[in-house]
C-alpha cells in the first residue's frame, strides 16, 4: 500500500483547517482520510483523483457534524473527569485501539515483574559466585538461602509475565 507523502498529508491539514476543524478533532480526522485516500491509490487511482472523491465527502457540513457528534458523544463529564485515570485524559481524543494505550496500562505490572526479576537474577549470580569462590554449598547457608530467594523471584517474574502475555491474548481476541 502507498503511503502519502508529507505534501499530500499537508494539503489534507490545510483543508481540515479551512472546514473549521478544531485541534481535538483534526487528528483523528487526517488519520481517517490519509487512509481514505490511501485506499483509494491502493486500488489504482492517481492521488489527486482518491483526494477529490474523499474530499466530496469530507465537505464542510459532513466535517461540521462529526465535530458536534464527536465532541458530544466522546467529551468526558466533569464526574467522568474526576474518576478518570491520567492515562483515561491523556488518550480521551486518540484511538486507543493502536496499543499505546495498553501499554501504558500495563506499565506498572511490566515495571514490577522486571525488577523482581532483575533482583532475583542478581541475587542467584551472587550465590552462584560464592560458591566458585570455594565456600561450601549448603540452602541452609547465608548463599543457599539469597539462591533460594532468587528462585523463588525468578519464577514468579516468569509466572505473572505468563499470566499478563495470556490476559492480553484473550482482550485482543474478545
Known amino acids: 500500500m502507498e503511503k502519502l507523502n508529507p505534501q499530500q498529508v499537508a494539503i489534507l491539514y490545510r483543508h481540515l483547517d479551512q472546514n473549521g476543524t478544531d485541534d481535538a478533532l483534526i487528528e483523528e480526522l487526517l488519520d481517517h482520510l490519509a487512509c481514505e485516500v490511501e485506499h483509494f491509490m491502493w486500488i489504482g487511482l492517481s492521488f489527486e483523483t482518491a483526494l477529490e472523491k474523499v474530499l466530496l465527502e469530507a465537505n464542510a457540513k459532513a466535517v461540521r457534524h462529526l465535530r458536534e457528534i464527536y465532541q458530544i458523544e466522546l467529551t468526558m463529564t466533569a464526574d467522568q473527569l474526576r474518576e478518570a485515570s491520567l492515562d483515561d485524559i491523556v488518550f480521551e481524543f486518540r484511538n486507543k485501539a493502536y496499543g499505546a494505550y495498553d501499554l501504558r496500562q500495563e506499565y506498572r505490572k511490566s515495571l514490577r515483574t522486571a525488577l523482581v526479576l532483575s533482583l532475583g537474577l542478581a541475587m542467584m549470580l551472587v550465590a ?27 519464577t514468579y517474574s516468569g509466572a505473572t509475565w505468563f499470566q499478563q502475555r495470556m490476559q492480553h491474548k484473550y482482550r485482543m481476541a474478545e
Not at 128 to 144: D, P, T
Open 128 to 154: 552462584l559466585l560464592s560458591v566458585f569462590s570455594g565456600q561450601k554449598w549448603s540452602y541452609m547457608s547465608v548463599w543457599g538461602a539469597i539462591w533460594t530467594l532468587g528462585l523463588v523471584a525468578v
